[in-house]
């Protein structure tokens, strides 16, 4: 009976720690889920219903009416549900870990490396995809941000341009308020330079304008109700600004799992692995992919402008 042989990287090469290792590392990069809860489809094509008018725009809106004897209340009717739907898809990489990297103690760098940029690349292009799906779908109009000069210049006043955004936030028959906004790291640090020196005391930056933390690429705005301002690296362009409430989601994250390709690690990102062996190069071959797709159904939930009124002609 032959021998089994255990290769020293054996270990970090089971699928189930494969599994654990990549998801760890994609996970926490999603940032856009934060506001999108998640829903598991029973089909490749979803349909989902949302209001497409307010009750103060809704054409059946009613008015109370007098009650006397004999009378009626006034009877509301409400327009229906606007139908809408999503395709899911899937979208992934593979990746090859060959006979060396398999065999000898420092292949582990190899490995490691190799699985750091599947989540990396993973996370960079679902969270595209989902900005793209969010921005294309959720409100454009923005009157009262109008930022007069980019954020970068001296004369800028980029916390009475957010006071805009959350006053745009603000719309007749809807409850949503502005509680986060994502900025490109260009526009965020911007801001960290204006609040870090702005001649207004300090016990006033404190209570009104908020004390950047660093460390956390995260600024509270107290002016602002306590707004979070968030740094993105990737994904938005510079200039683009987009606002969120929290409490009240503007989409849904839907995914799929597929039985044939059973994961221990439990998700609701649609998160799938595969491994096998190629027979010709001997390779141990790992495929990753999510399988999701994004529908806004509350488009004043959110805001987004896409820096237009900012950039110079």
Not at 175 to 186: G, S
Request: net charge negative; charged share 25%.
């Amino acid at each position: 009976m032959p021998t089994k042989v255990t290769l020293p990287n054996e270990e970090f090469l089971r699928k189930e720690f494969v599994e654990a290792k990549v998801f760890e590392l994609l996970e926490p990069q999603l940032y856009f889920l934060d506001f999108l809860p998640k829903v598991q489809a029973d089909a490749k094509a979803v349909k989902y219903k949302y209001e497409s008018t307010s009750a103060a725009t809704d054409t059946k809106k009613k008015y109370p009416r007098k009650h006397t004897a004999g009378a009626k209340f006034a009877m509301v009717s409400i327009s229906d549900l606007t139908v809408g739907s999503a395709i899911l898809s899937k979208e992934g990489f593979e990746v090859r870990i060959d006979e060396d990297a398999q065999q000898y103690p420092e292949g582990v760098d190899e490995i490691d490396r190799a699985f750091r940029r599947v989540a990396y690349y993973l996370a960079e292009s679902v969270n595209s995809k989902i900005l793209a799906a969010i921005t294309s779908g959720v409100n454009t109009t923005t009157n009262h941000f109008n930022p007069s000069v980019e954020w970068s210049d001296p004369n800028a006043q980029p916390i009475n341009d957010l006071i805009g955004l959350a006053q745009d936030m603000r719309r007749e028959g809807y409850p949503y308020r502005l509680t986060d906004v994502y900025l490109h790291t260009n526009e965020y640090w911007d801001l960290v330079r204006y609040l870090t020196f702005l001649d207004v005391g300090n016990d006033k930056q404190k209570a009104v304008f908020g004390i950047p933390n660093i460390s956390e690429s995260v600024i509270t705005v107290p002016v602002l109700g306590n707004v979070k301002v968030h740094e993105l690296l990737s994904s938005m362009e510079t200039k683009d600004i987009l606002g969120f409430d929290q409490r009240f989601p503007c989409g849904t994250f839907y995914y799929a799992k597929n039985p044939k390709y059973p994961m221990t690690v439990e998700n609701e990102l649609g998160f799938h692995v595969h491994s096998y062996e190629d027979n010709e190069t001997h390779d141990l071959v790992y495929q990753f992919w999510i399988d999701f797709a994004v529908a806004v159904k509350e488009p004043y939930a959110a805001i987004y402008n896409d820096g237009s009124k900012g950039k110079p002609i």
